[in-house]
């Protein structure tokens, strides 16, 4: 089928940044990922996967917690801190890494 119709998109720049290093390890051009998504949503009548909230747990999400959960989740932080309970950030990273 031809291509003839332009189509113009304002993106956060980081965002495309990042879709375009995937993009380019597969082998796919920007212009082909779009045509790909447009195609999707007339094939499926919709947007091709799920649009939902991402999960958190209770337990992290502020949105749940009162003002009094999250000053004690930060005093047991400041606690941890002083009692040296700390790490560097790198090794911290490197070891979820390994896990993940």
Partial sequence: MEKTATLNLRVNPTVK???????????VPMSTAIDMFLNQISLTGGIPFAVTLPK????????????????????????EIEAGKVQEAASAFEKFRGNH
């Fill in 56 to 79: 958190v747990p209770d337990a992290i999400n502020m949105d749940r917690m009162t003002e009094e959960g999250i000053h004690e989740r930060l005093q047991k932080g400041y606690n």
């Fill in 17 to 27: 940044e990042r879709a375009e290093e995937v993009l380019s390890k597969l082998g």
